[in-house]
């Protein structure tokens, strides 16, 4: 996706059991490598002697800690965050693990995901008594968790699930507490949840690749509706009793956001990348003398759709490495762009070629417009969109920090359209059943999955927006 | 003092409500007047249209707010603080004033004082279900008041009068709500907390010499147990129903804390510290040639003494001026130290005298020592240190933040073993007695205060400490 | 190079002249574009009104200018620099332009190099009278330049080209005076410096990538040995007498340095890789399933090693792209490296596989067996390791900080041993002359080329080191 | 003097001597003691086995330097500064001590003054060949003590005399070479430079007050026109032959600049400003009840006037301590000002008083007006000013930084219209001749004064200004 920051996702969440281990470490590894995740704070709470000491900051993982910050932060137990604000508000104060004391102890919780009730949930808190200090979601479920069980055995298990009970959308949890680390994903499982194993220890994690990093094996996925209680004797499998809810993995995560390297639903998200353009290759061939990527999320299609449809795949766009976000405004008379600054186009792998410029998304559409013209400008002759996704056309809440549909271009226009107006020779996206073809074509039981971005059918009651 | 930091004054509160004022500004200026009762942090909170808005952050007040960090806090009523951690933790998450949402629409609370009943109300809100993130007094006050008033009408009057009846010990509030700004004073009156008028409108704080900056002029006091209600049409004292408690202003706020220009119980401080200086010159005489004060808070009670006893009053020590915390630590072949670093005798107007040294209290006893040296290397032939005190020998339980007693000189040696271990020829401390009576000496009426530093006599039931 | 900065670019180096254009933000943009010649610091200085102004720091171009910086530098001239140190002294005081007041007015300086003689030219200046505040080259071309022409009229032209010919060793400069900008490049033309066009100005820079970003038009080198004055009538070429000297291009920059999308003697720099892994795929083929590139700097070579090979091309290694220096020290439990942090393998497309993997140049060694296990670890059956340049064996003196040759892997050990150390099952690195056949094979004209830290020929007297 | 900031000293110096002391620390304490000569800056450089190290920075003393800062100035030789820039740029490269290296090695130099010759120097070193980075004069002096001596033997005391020759105006210096530490000042004595003795060492500093803080003893002035040359053998005196020049020892330093801890010409400063306080009350006698100071340099002058008169002296107004430059605006409506921020009157004191308010000098004019309204505001039923310098008319080219003629309210007004101006019920100045009478009662040999200020004849040939 070439729109810059156009979608982002909300957060990477990770959870630790590992007596012997330096947890804090792994904890910093392991965000580390969800950094895509979430890049504006980052945190790590461990469980030690005299309770949870804790570590936040702003900024990328690697601003965040030092080695005197990690160097407290001893214990068996550890959970960590990187984030995204969904609601704009960009404060340390709001950066997690979210720590409280509670009736029951200590508890830390990590959060990736967006309740669709969170005014019924605030309210029912407030009259209870329960000063809020925020407006987020994690302040709403730690609070949540501090109330009682009003009948039976109060136990930690038992706060869950009626926490679980009383919120609605999407949640993968990891919580801290004086002897386990919980991992918790809502029914519907919109967001992925993954549990490890290491040499002593086991690990909780939105995604595989942080696996890698620190030399953990993926074992499972954590279940809609699980809860999976990790302590010193390894995990164990809860399933509270909760109202029905079909199953709807989010297919962004296919398309874009997830990490290539990462298994998901027991398949390597790379390979289905490349599956979608493959099937893209199938829906939408053109004539053409090579296939570019925009790199680098576009790249696995890109190699999909060369290998299907024979046309060569080359480099065409180089892009700088330098990640920094910049405020100096460009001017006229330089005509520079954020896409200049961004991209440069190999002259002479383009010239004179008709070019098929592979894209995993078009959302804005304000950034394939230039970069159509700086492949024509370095020489291609023709240049045709394929988008590996269906047109984005509905809003997220379950997560996802999007434009809102009116700076949708496919709410506006159709695929002539915007192969118009961004100065493409042709415009093709992936078909809904293409891509939920290409997505499931790897899998090994029958799974539901979310696309309402593209469909507009959500699998959960929303707000009711224009 | 010259124990450079041994006793510590928790906070200081203020609160204003000024229609067609800028009241951040107004906070501002007040919290730089109170900036002697709380160097460590420093906040502001003002109710707007769309509710509070606050800044806070660590430093002194003119380094933690900015005109910018000022501007979007417009509206008609605010709070401020400043603050010492009395429990060490010094964080910006602690900073008051402390802003929650509650049932009963927002709050913030700023707090001066220090709660002997904080385990037993933790206690209370885990149980009830609230979660807790932090250690502070002032968290559970604000939770405390975002509990309903069980029976009758929900009203911020009855919370607050609930509030008083569950919390003891020393509390001078300043709070915010959507119509008003409430002063609240413990029945004990432990700390000061003062009401003024400005031209259009009232304000409330820890000290009056928070007024003259503001242009504002001292009204009343805020009696101890009472509530006053500040809205548009100016203040309403309440009292409410609470267990009968002995008034026990603290005297240590005379003998050091309060600045010298503030109207305490109706009488000026430094008027006051002149009185104990007079006093002490009747209980302890000396022939001598030179009164001379420790700068800057002996100097009133130097005056004090000189004009009792007849000794020319005389500048003898100069003070450097430029604050600033060193953790440069000085070698024992330079022989600095912090008094020398802190203050240099002025040898022409020392050399060949007898030597009265005056200082307002002796607490550690760690700097009286390098300052006799001083005046002796300077060329003073005797000097005897008096005090305009009395010993202290307890640790405060109310607010203030002291040293235990195995630090307390007073606890080990009687004033002629003090004496001889600062290397004075002699040492006097004021009688508890004649404390009181020059204290009391300007009051209108009878009014109880705490001595229990001097004493051991607590108005109150304090923790059993060795 | 999968080395993670084992070598380093000493600089890059801009300059335009442009009335009626913002000049200082077309230095930003082009010094973003040139930000991989230099990390540590950054500077722009413009020719104004009342003389040079200049805003320089550490870290990277969008890290060191804001808005605020940019907007006093108003002017139609200016120059710009990125930078490493080569002497390992970090320190913003070193940041360049160099600006300086001379009897011939103001001056400001960028270098990219390293001067050979830098001992005797220092003392030179040191007996003249002048004070040198550092160790710097820049400082004294700076100095060296201040000094009058001894004879004859005292000219910018006369004092450039008496400097040429004190100065040996490494310079491409860009200078700042009263009226001009200069472009200057030593007689070997060791490091790149090329000439370009915008609407209503021009501009040099070390790399063409400079250009497409402001639109700028890439137009001549400038040739080894020659002075390009840029004024407001146009750039003029200079040519001075100085001592023959034979023409040696780095070519390093062709491997490694040089951005893939810049043009370089004619030649698209990504095109002069391909070749060479085409090169490589005929000297060094072998039996296998998949090519798979060290990212991103060996890509084009891998996609040319594919094309010459028939071997399919594939993604094996995905890239942490959140840049940072992490100074948190993995411990040995968690067996996490750097290698592990930046790469993780791609399984399912490397399983069962016999993969060449290419890399473009091997310098300590330290990051290849990480790579190679990796591989292995993520399913690969056989790994081949091809290098698209020779053996590094040497110490650069002409401005690229390198590893003494005792780090320098292949100084210890030919190919096999490499192969056995890193794990691979074979390795071969690319001949000296079929790297020069690679990069010769797009020239319109014959050109000479140091490869010295391949051969150890110097073209250039080197200081005698073991 | 109440005007804040109205004028400033331009340094304060320091150098030492002493084998086996830390010379860094040393020069921190020194510096701290000379804080009140420039708090923008400050700076050690030590002469240790590697060269001169220097640490440096913006800021008071405390803020500039760490623990970890000094560590690595480790030797027997130091010098140090602390600095305001009279230029008006206030820029770390600005800070002070200068360091360069020179054909006779290296060289830090430390100034206190101002050149009169600058533009003349300039131009020197430029046609010389040297390139300067800076406007300032202390640069000037560092490449003009880089320049070898013509004729004869080229040694340190050659070029410092050589220097000497060349240079008009203000300095006091201490440089650092390798083998000694040297106290220079030049012929008119402007500015204050001592010598005293350690145990075991030797130290140079613009005032006494810095040898107190490190167990130094003061042991002779730096003579006018004169070099003193301190190695680890104790100090020499060298007299260099330069054009004769009259004793012109600055005034100022007495009225207001100086500590008044400081022993200068001497004589203790504290003592010379009781006396300027006595003989103000001769001059100027009032019928008052209370003699007043003006918070902290008035004092002792406010001491001296009431002794001499008979009038009580007492403490009527508060300084707040908390230092720190505020950027706050105040409104209108608020009615608060610089003044009320700073002082607090203790109306207690005040009521029903006719007030004697001494000040050390009137410069601006713009306090003395709120000053006596608070007094009036707080009961003062008259106010009368007594001022213990002549009326500052001029400006200082001497190294003081002062508000041009337009801004000195004594080049507008009479004594009668200054006290209308800020309503006071009389106002009077000592005389010059009053002043030169009370700085000469202490002397035990004849010297020359600079009153240029307030005279208007300069001992110097100074631009003509309007």
Same mark, same amino acid.
């Given at each position: 996706?070439?729109?810059?920051?156009?979608?982002? @996702?909300?957060?990477?969440?990770?959870?630790?059991?590992?007596?012997?281990?330096?947890?804090?470490?792994?904890?910093?590894?392991?965000?580390?490598?969800?950094?895509?995740?979430?890049?504006?704070?980052?945190?790590?709470?461990?469980?030690?002697?005299?309770?949870?000491?804790?570590?936040?900051?702003?900024?990328?993982?690697?601003?965040?800690?030092?080695?005197? +910050?990690?160097?407290? /932060?001893?214990?068996? &137990?550890?959970?960590?965050?990187?984030?995204?604000?969904?609601?704009?508000?960009?404060?340390?104060?709001?950066?997690? $693990?979210?720590?409280?004391?509670?009736?029951?102890?200590? /508890?830390?919780?990590?959060?990736?995901?967006?309740?669709?009730?969170?005014?019924?949930?605030?309210?029912?808190?407030?009259?209870?008594?329960?000063?809020?200090?925020?407006?987020?979601? %994690?302040?709403?479920? *730690?609070?949540?968790?501090?109330?009682?069980?009003?009948?039976?055995?109060?136990?930690?298990?038992?706060?869950?699930?009626?926490?679980?009970? &009383?919120?609605?959308?999407?949640?993968?949890?990891?919580?801290?507490?004086?002897?386990?680390?919980?991992?918790?994903?809502?029914?519907?499982?919109?967001?992925?949840?993954?549990?490890? =194993?290491?040499?002593?220890?086991?690990?909780?994690?939105?995604? %595989?690749?942080?696996?890698?990093?620190?030399?953990?094996?993926?074992?499972?996925?954590?279940?809609?509706?699980?809860?999976?209680?990790?302590?010193?004797?390894?995990?164990?499998? =809860?399933?509270?009793?909760?109202?029905?809810? %079909?199953?709807?993995?989010?297919?962004?995560?296919?398309?874009?956001?997830?990490? $290539?390297?990462?298994?998901?639903?027991?398949?390597?998200?790379?390979?289905?990348?490349?599956?979608?353009?493959?099937?893209?290759?199938? =829906?939408?061939?053109?004539?053409?003398?090579?296939?570019?990527?925009?790199?680098?999320?576009?790249?696995?299609?890109?190699?999909?759709?060369?290998?299907?449809?024979?046309?060569?795949?080359? =480099?065409?766009?180089?892009?700088?490495?330098?990640?920094?976000?910049?405020?100096?405004? $460009? *001017?006229?008379?330089?005509?520079?762009?954020?896409?200049?600054?961004?991209?440069?186009?190999?002259?002479?792998?383009?010239?004179?070629?008709?070019?098929? /410029?592979?894209? +995993?998304?078009?959302?804005?559409?304000? *950034?394939?417009?230039?970069?159509?013209?700086?492949?024509?400008?370095?020489?291609?002759? @023709?240049?045709?969109?394929?988008?590996?996704?269906?047109?984005?056309?509905?809003?997220?809440?379950?997560?996802? +920090?999007?434009?809102?549909?009116?700076?949708?271009?496919?709410?506006?226009?159709?695929?002539?359209?915007?192969?118009? @107006?961004?100065?493409?020779?042709?415009?093709?996206?992936?078909?809904?059943?293409?891509?939920?073809?290409?997505?499931?074509?790897?899998?090994?039981?029958?799974?539901?999955?979310?696309?309402?971005?593209?469909?507009?059918?959500?699998?959960? @009651?929303?707000? +009711?927006?224009?």
């Amino acid at each position: 996706m070439a729109d810059v920051r156009a979608m982002r @996702e909300a957060c990477g969440v990770f959870g630790i059991v590992a007596p012997g281990t330096d947890v804090a470490k792994a904890a910093f590894y392991a965000l580390y490598a969800l950094q895509h995740r979430g890049q504006e704070s980052a945190g790590i709470a461990v469980m030690g002697a005299g309770g949870i000491r804790a570590s936040k900051g702003m900024g990328l993982v690697t601003q965040v800690f030092t080695e005197k +910050d990690l160097a407290p /932060l001893t214990g068996d &137990l550890a959970i960590g965050h990187t984030r995204y604000s969904t609601s704009g508000v960009s404060d340390v104060r709001n950066a997690q $693990p979210y720590v409280i004391h509670t009736g029951m102890g200590p /508890l830390a919780l990590a959060h990736n995901g967006n309740l669709t009730n969170a005014p019924a949930l605030r309210d029912y808190l407030l009259q209870r008594g329960v000063g809020l200090v925020s407006e987020s979601d %994690s302040e709403l479920l *730690t609070q949540l968790l501090a109330q009682p069980v009003p009948d039976g055995e109060d136990t930690w298990s038992r706060r869950i699930a009626q926490v679980m009970r &009383l919120a609605e959308g999407a949640y993968s949890l990891t919580l801290l507490t004086a002897d386990a680390v919980w991992a918790v994903r809502d029914p519907y499982g919109f967001r992925p949840l993954v549990i490890g =194993e290491l040499p002593g220890g086991w690990v909780a994690a939105s995604e %595989s690749c942080a696996f890698a990093t620190i030399g953990a094996k993926l074992t499972a996925e954590v279940e809609p509706g699980t809860i999976v209680r990790i302590d010193r004797h390894g995990p164990v499998v =809860e399933r509270p009793e909760l109202p029905t809810r %079909s199953q709807s993995f989010c297919s962004f995560e296919y398309v874009y956001f997830a990490r $290539p390297d990462s298994v998901i639903e027991e398949q390597l998200v790379h390979a289905v990348r490349q599956r979608l353009g493959q099937q893209l290759a199938k =829906e939408a061939p053109v004539a053409a003398d090579l296939v570019v990527g925009v790199p680098d999320s576009a790249l696995p299609a890109a190699l999909g759709y060369a290998a299907a449809s024979g046309i060569p795949y080359g =480099e065409g766009l180089i892009k700088n490495r330098y990640i920094g976000r910049t405020f100096i405004q $460009p *001017t006229q008379a330089l005509r520079a762009s954020a896409v200049k600054l961004k991209f440069n186009p190999l002259g002479a792998n383009l010239t004179g070629k008709r070019v098929v /410029l592979v894209d +995993d998304s078009i959302v804005r559409g304000t *950034t394939a417009g230039p970069i159509v013209q700086l492949l024509r400008d370095a020489g291609a002759t @023709e240049v045709h969109v394929r988008v590996s996704s269906p047109p984005v056309m509905n809003p997220c809440y379950m997560g996802v +920090d999007m434009p809102s549909r009116a700076d949708l271009i496919a709410c506006r226009l159709d695929a002539a359209g915007i192969a118009k @107006e961004i100065g493409a020779d042709s415009c093709a996206f992936l078909s809904h059943e293409g891509m939920m073809a290409a997505v499931r074509a790897g899998l090994t039981r029958a799974r539901g999955h979310c696309a309402a971005c593209f469909t507009g059918r959500y699998p959960i @009651e929303v707000p +009711d927006v224009g």
